[in-house]
T-cell receptor, first 113, second 112 residues
Framework: DGGITQSPKYLFRKEGQNVTLSCEQN?????MYWYRQDPGQGLRLIYY???????QKGDIAEGYSVSREKKESFPLTVTSAQKNPTAFYLC????????????FGPGTRLTVT | QQQVKQSPQSLIVQKGGISIINCAYE??????FPWYQQFPGKGPALLIA?????SEKKEGRFTISFNKSAKQFSLHIMDSQPGDSATYFC???????????FGTGTSLTVIP
């Protein structure tokens, strides 16, 4: 089955620790995205990548970092510099180019205490 | 600045009724307007989408109405069912930018 996988579903970390969230897709999509979802605020774009080895900051990139070494993988690191990291994180992908449909993974809920 | 504004924040509808969710956008260059449905603890799933060259698109019980001059679009769910209870997000994107701007979401509850 083609799709987007995110792991783990739930993640707990102590304040001050960096943590990496996994996102893998087997849809052969060029573009991948990371969103953060907080209650009442919708989805906010953290980073996106339209091609391997290239990525751009979204609206709330501070305290996050990404890499795109392989087409199918787009891991997100939440660093200790992120002031309020507890949230639901969603990864998405799209074919890119003139096709707009964006497909989402099941999400990772990160709790930092 | 919120690029896409969505209302209402929450909506309660009787089974069989019509659910209406509205969105307004700022950037006239947006050229793709999708609606997503999200169940608790899951990722959003594309429900229906429209391009600005048409005023309405219907898929089953779901209809998007688009008003280009008013910079508004809305989702209508006909014959609403309890299984439609979810959070709905509107979004807008630019063809070349490949970025999506989401509304803040509407929590829909359909009462049996």
């Amino acid at each position: 089955d083609g799709g987007i996988t995110q792991s783990p579903k739930y993640l707990f970390r102590k304040e001050g620790q960096n943590v990496t969230l996994s996102c893998e897709q087997n849809l052969n999509h060029d573009a991948m995205y990371w969103y953060r979802q907080d209650p009442g605020q919708g989805l906010r774009l953290i980073y996106y990548s339209q091609i391997v080895n290239d990525f751009q900051k979204g609206d709330i990139a501070e305290g996050y970092s990404v890499s795109r070494e392989k087409k199918e993988s787009f891991p997100l690191t939440v660093t200790s510099a992120q002031k309020n990291p507890t949230a639901f994180y969603l990864c998405a992908s799209s074919i890119g180019g003139v096709t707009y449909e964006q497909y989402f993974g099941p999400g990772t809920r990160l709790t930092v205490t | 600045q919120q690029q896409v504004k969505q209302s209402p924040q929450s909506l309660i509808v009787q089974k069989g009724g019509i659910s209406i969710i509205n969105c307004a956008y700022e950037n006239t260059a947006f050229d793709y307007f999708p609606w997503y449905q999200q169940f608790p603890g899951k990722g959003p799933a594309l429900l229906i989408a429209i391009r600005p060259d048409v005023s309405e698109k219907k898929e089953g019980r779901f209809t998007i109405s688009f008003n280009k001059s008013a910079k508004q679009f809305s989702l209508h769910i006909m014959d609403s069912q309890p299984g439609d209870s979810a959070t709905y997000f509107c979004a807008a994107s630019l063809m070349r930018g490949n970025q999506f701007y989401f509304g803040t979401g509407t929590s829909l509850t359909v009462i049996p």
